[in-house]
Each structure stands twice: as structure tokens, then as C-alpha cells.
């Protein structure tokens, strides 16, 4: 019995899969790792271990770096179909990340951090249009129901190198490499060493990658798409149905909302990260709380609501609750999180806030995740015309950058208007876009057009 489960795993789950799993799981950990303590390190005293940039110069530098981490894909992606393939476009991908890691390890001025981030922008372009994609072309022969297991089973690997990173930054910033006077205050933290650490998994990652990925994945993701023989139309054309321009009208409105959405959820990078540095009581027990261990929480509740969420959307199937609905839910879940950030301020009395209201914060941000992310990436590969599904996608994460750097900008308000007005400001936006969202669902609905016996609008 032992053997004939053990053969039923091989068939659903190939080694050319495990790779991948193990791929990411560490591509993530060494973008996670520097992404949870980029705001920290720059705004962080240069006798501190930091670049001594204000909170305002910090997170505009930081939204303008995530947000063009998501326009490289597109490039990249292109890159990969015309002249590279999947499998060459990781490799350079991890080389220029682990490239990128190590001068941020070794920069001394603001010119070699400049340099060290643009190369991770560039290697993640190579990666992030190659990654998930490699997944699909190895279940491109299996069911539906089994590719959808295996990108479930793929999305765990990857919120298990986003939980491993901050909680690994926070010991080696804060614990390990820090420097403590007598009385145990920190004089300089770890950041540099964290980047090495990145820089060494990324290494380790692409050199096995590039070893193992003849032996299983052969010729998947081998040679670039243009070899094949299908015909490609222009995406300029523009020659669409009209149940295709509905649907695409449909996308263009919900993205509106998305992007608020990914707006908000970006100030746990910056703004939420600067103020658990600077005013939440983080003692528990004589214990100080590294803070890159709240962006590890983030990723430890997305593993244990994701099969809850997933049940429960099961359950709610018959119900027709339509992917506005959703999505609604998880903007109305982003604004509890920032009135609680918001209760957070107002309850602290001038002291140090109590960490349960940010930890609350981080549970309501984790649910709104889960409602937005993963439904809003199936809405646009079932929405999209599928003769241009991958250029639709890539319009997805243009959601994503433009959040950045509007994200980027909300947070440097902070400084010169306060937490309270932009925690309270965000709260409030989120509930009035999420009530507009739910109350304009049945139009949403009927642009969202049924065609082939298949309805987008329940994922």
C-alpha cells in the first residue's frame, strides 16, 4: 500500500514539480528578506547600520522600486517567448538577483544600492514571468482539477519562503549581528548581513536549478515560444467581440478597486513598518519582537486561512457570490485592518501602543489578501480573450505597480501629517469603495458575459 502511494505521488506530483517548489520557496526568501527590512535600513541612522534617509525619501524610493518590479515581467516574459525559453530566463533571473543582493551587502554609497536594486528589478523580470509559468506547462497535459491542486500545493511553497524570510531577518538584524550596549539598547543593526545571507541562498538556488533542471525538467520550458507554429496576432488589432469588450470593461472597473486594494496592502511594508518600529510596545516577556516578524505573520495566516477561505468559498458556491462580492469583502476586511491600525493610535495616549491592535490589523490584512489576490489573478485569465491571456496578465500586475507607487507617496505623508490622519484616511476610503463595489455588482455581473458554458463570475 506504502508503494502504490508513494507511485500515485510521483504521477501527480513529477520531480520536474518538486523542483519548482523548491525553487521558489527560496527566490522567495531572498526577495522577502530584503523587502521586509529595505524601509528599516533606510531609514535607519548610517551609525545605526542604515543610509539615514527620511521617512518621506524612504518609502517614495521604496514604492518606486516594488512598483517597477512589476512593469520588468512584461519585459521579461517577452524576452523569455521570443528568444531565451523559461529555463534559461530563471537562471539569469537568479543570477541577477543574487547579483543585486550582494551589492547591497557590499554598497557604501547611495550609487551602489542604486545598482544593487535595479539588478533584482532585472532578475526579477526574467523570474517572475518564468516561475509560475514553468508550473503550468508541466501539468499542460492534466486535468483541470489537478493543475489547480498543483498551483495550490505550488502558492504554500511560496508562502513558506515569505514566512521564513522576516522571521530570519528579524534574528539576524535585531538578535544575531546586532550590536548592544551594557543595558541591551541596540547601536547597530544587522542589515548588511541579512543581504549576504540573500545573496548565498540565491546562489544556492540558481546553481541547483541550473544542475537539476536537464535531469527533470528536460525539454519543459526549454526553447522560447516562438518556435512554435501557432499564429499570434497583434494585441493592437484590437479586434475584439463584443462579449469580449465587456468583459474587458469589466476588468478595467474592478482594477480600480485593486488597485486601492494593493495601495493599502503595501503599507505593511512601509508605513505599518515604521510605526511598529517607532510607537507599538513589541515586549512580550522581556522578549523584544523583531519587527520584520510582522510581515512574517502575514505570510504564516495566509498558509493557515487559505484552505479555510477556500472551503468556505466552496460552500458559499451555490450562493452565486460573484467575484465583486468578494472582492468587496476583502476591501471592506483592508478597511477593518486600518481602523484597528487607526484604534491603535488613538488608544496609545502619547505611550507606546498595545501590539494586539496590530496584530488584528495583520489578521483583517491577511483575510482582505486572500480575497483580492488569488480571486482578481483567476478573473483575468477567465475574463481575458485567450488568444491574449498573457499580455491581460501582465495588465494584472500593472495594478500592482501603479499601487506601488501611489503606496509609496501615501506613506511619506506620514511624516508631515501623522499616522492617525493616514491609518483613519485609508479606513475610511476603503469602506466607501468597497460599499460602491458591492452596490455596482450587478452590472459588474452582466458585463462579465457567460460564454462557452463557462461563468467567470463565480471563482
Given at each position: 500500500m506504502l508503494l502504490d502511494f508513494i507511485n500515485n505521488l510521483k504521477r501527480?506530483?513529477?520531480?520536474?514539480?518538486?523542483?519548482?517548489?523548491?525553487?521558489?520557496?527560496?527566490?522567495?526568501?531572498?526577495?522577502?528578506?530584503?523587502?521586509?527590512?529595505?524601509?528599516?535600513?533606510?531609514?535607519?541612522?548610517?551609525?545605526?547600520?542604515?543610509?539615514?534617509l527620511s521617512p518621506k525619501e524612504a518609502t517614495s524610493l521604496y514604492g518606486?522600486?516594488?512598483?517597477?518590479?512589476?512593469?520588468?515581467?512584461?519585459?521579461?516574459?517577452?524576452?523569455?517567448?521570443?528568444?531565451?525559453?523559461?529555463?534559461?530566463?530563471?537562471?539569469?533571473?537568479?543570477?541577477?538577483?543574487?547579483?543585486?543582493?550582494?551589492?547591497?551587502?557590499?554598497?557604501?554609497?547611495?550609487?551602489?544600492?542604486?545598482?544593487?536594486?535595479?539588478?533584482?528589478?532585472?532578475?526579477?523580470?526574467?523570474?517572475?514571468?518564468?516561475?509560475?509559468?514553468?508550473?503550468?506547462?508541466?501539468?499542460?497535459?492534466?486535468?483541470?482539477?489537478?493543475?489547480?491542486?498543483?498551483?495550490?500545493?505550488?502558492?504554500?511553497?511560496?508562502?513558506?519562503?515569505?514566512?521564513?524570510?522576516?522571521?530570519?531577518?528579524?534574528?539576524?538584524?535585531?538578535?544575531?549581528?546586532?550590536?548592544?550596549?551594557?543595558?541591551?539598547?541596540?547601536?547597530?543593526?544587522?542589515?548588511?548581513?541579512?543581504?549576504?545571507?540573500?545573496?548565498?541562498?540565491?546562489?544556492?538556488?540558481?546553481?541547483?536549478?541550473?544542475?537539476?533542471?536537464?535531469?527533470?525538467?528536460?525539454?519543459?520550458?526549454?526553447?522560447?515560444?516562438?518556435?512554435?507554429?501557432?499564429?499570434?496576432?497583434?494585441?493592437?488589432?484590437?479586434?475584439?467581440?463584443?462579449?469580449?469588450?465587456?468583459?474587458?470593461?469589466?476588468?478595467?472597473?474592478?482594477?480600480?478597486?485593486?488597485?486601492?486594494?494593493?495601495?493599502?496592502?503595501?503599507?505593511?511594508?512601509?508605513?505599518?513598518?515604521?510605526?511598529?518600529?517607532?510607537?507599538?510596545?513589541?515586549?512580550?516577556?522581556?522578549?523584544?519582537?523583531?519587527?520584520?516578524?510582522?510581515?512574517?505573520?502575514?505570510?504564516?495566516?495566509?498558509?493557515?486561512?487559505?484552505?479555510?477561505?477556500?472551503?468556505?468559498?466552496?460552500?458559499?458556491?451555490?450562493?452565486?457570490?460573484?467575484?465583486?462580492?468578494?472582492?468587496?469583502?476583502?476591501?471592506?476586511?483592508?478597511?477593518?485592518?486600518?481602523?484597528?491600525?487607526?484604534?491603535?493610535?488613538?488608544?496609545?495616549?502619547?505611550?507606546?501602543?498595545?501590539?494586539?491592535?496590530?496584530?488584528?490589523?495583520?489578521?483583517?490584512?491577511?483575510?482582505?489578501?486572500?480575497?483580492?489576490?488569488?480571486?482578481?489573478?483567476?478573473?483575468?485569465?477567465?475574463?481575458?480573450?485567450?488568444?491574449?491571456?498573457?499580455?491581460?496578465?501582465?495588465?494584472?500586475?500593472?495594478?500592482?505597480?501603479?499601487?506601488?507607487?501611489?503606496?509609496?507617496?501615501?506613506?511619506?505623508?506620514?511624516?508631515?501629517?501623522?499616522?492617525?490622519?493616514?491609518?483613519?484616511?485609508?479606513?475610511?476610503?476603503?469602506?466607501t469603495m468597497g460599499s460602491i463595489l458591492y452596490f455596482s455588482r450587478k452590472?459588474?455581473?452582466?458585463?462579465?458575459?457567460?460564454?462557452?458554458?463557462?461563468?467567470?463570475?463565480?471563482?
Amino acid at each position: 500500500m506504502l508503494l502504490d502511494f508513494i507511485n500515485n505521488l510521483k504521477r501527480k506530483y513529477p520531480s520536474s514539480f518538486w523542483l519548482m517548489c523548491f525553487t521558489i520557496t527560496w527566490e522567495r526568501f531572498s526577495y522577502h528578506g530584503i523587502s521586509t527590512l529595505l524601509v528599516l535600513y533606510f531609514t535607519m541612522s548610517v551609525i545605526k547600520g542604515g543610509i539615514g534617509l527620511s521617512p518621506k525619501e524612504a518609502t517614495s524610493l521604496y514604492g518606486f522600486y516594488v512598483g517597477i518590479l512589476h512593469l520588468t515581467p512584461l519585459v521579461g516574459g517577452w524576452l523569455s517567448d521570443r528568444y531565451l525559453g523559461q529555463q534559461k530566463s530563471i537562471i539569469l533571473g537568479g543570477a541577477f538577483i543574487s547579483l543585486g543582493n550582494f551589492f547591497l551587502f557590499t554598497s557604501s554609497n547611495i550609487y551602489q544600492l542604486y545598482f544593487g536594486l535595479l539588478s533584482i528589478i532585472i532578475g526579477n523580470g526574467f523570474f517572475k514571468a518564468n516561475g509560475t509559468n514553468l508550473v503550468g506547462n508541466i501539468y499542460s497535459h492534466k486535468s483541470t482539477l489537478e493543475r489547480e491542486v498543483a498551483y495550490s500545493l505550488f502558492y504554500m511553497f511560496i508562502n513558506l519562503g515569505s514566512f521564513l524570510a522576516p522571521f530570519t531577518a528579524g534574528l539576524v538584524a535585531d538578535k544575531f549581528f546586532a550590536v548592544r550596549t551594557i543595558t541591551g539598547e541596540i547601536t547597530h543593526f544587522g542589515y548588511k548581513p541579512m543581504f549576504l545571507i540573500c545573496s548565498i541562498i540565491g546562489i544556492i538556488w540558481t546553481v541547483s536549478f541550473l544542475c537539476l533542471a536537464p535531469k527533470y525538467l528536460k525539454d519543459t520550458g526549454k526553447l522560447p515560444c516562438y518556435t512554435c507554429k501557432t499564429e499570434k496576432k497583434s494585441i493592437f488589432s484590437f479586434d475584439f467581440t463584443e462579449n469580449e469588450k465587456k468583459r474587458i470593461k469589466a476588468m478595467g472597473i474592478i482594477s480600480i478597486f485593486v488597485i486601492l486594494f494593493w495601495t493599502s496592502f503595501y503599507q505593511s511594508f512601509s508605513s505599518i513598518t515604521l510605526y511598529a518600529r517607532d510607537h507599538v510596545d513589541r515586549n512580550l516577556l522581556g522578549f523584544i519582537i523583531p519587527v520584520p516578524w510582522f510581515a512574517a505573520l502575514n505570510a504564516i495566516l495566509g498558509i493557515l486561512f487559505s484552505p479555510i477561505l477556500a472551503m468556505l468559498w466552496s460552500q458559499l458556491r451555490k450562493r452565486n457570490i460573484t467575484i465583486p462580492v468578494k472582492i468587496s469583502i476583502g476591501i471592506f476586511s483592508m478597511g477593518i485592518a486600518f481602523a484597528f491600525m487607526t484604534i491603535s493610535v488613538l488608544t496609545s495616549g502619547g505611550m507606546k501602543a498595545n501590539i494586539i491592535f496590530i496584530i488584528l490589523a495583520y489578521v483583517f490584512n491577511t483575510l482582505s489578501e486572500l480575497c483580492v489576490a488569488p480571486i482578481g489573478i483567476a478573473m483575468f485569465n477567465c475574463l481575458s480573450p485567450k488568444r491574449y491571456s498573457t499580455f491581460f496578465m501582465g495588465l494584472w500586475y500593472m495594478t500592482m505597480f501603479f499601487a506601488s507607487i501611489i503606496s509609496g507617496k501615501v506613506a511619506g505623508f506620514t511624516q508631515d501629517m501623522g499616522f492617525l490622519t493616514i491609518f483613519l484616511s485609508l479606513a475610511v476610503i476603503l469602506f466607501t469603495m468597497g460599499s460602491i463595489l458591492y452596490f455596482s455588482r450587478k452590472h459588474l455581473d452582466n458585463l462579465m458575459v457567460v460564454e462557452d458554458d463557462c461563468d467567470c463570475r463565480i471563482i
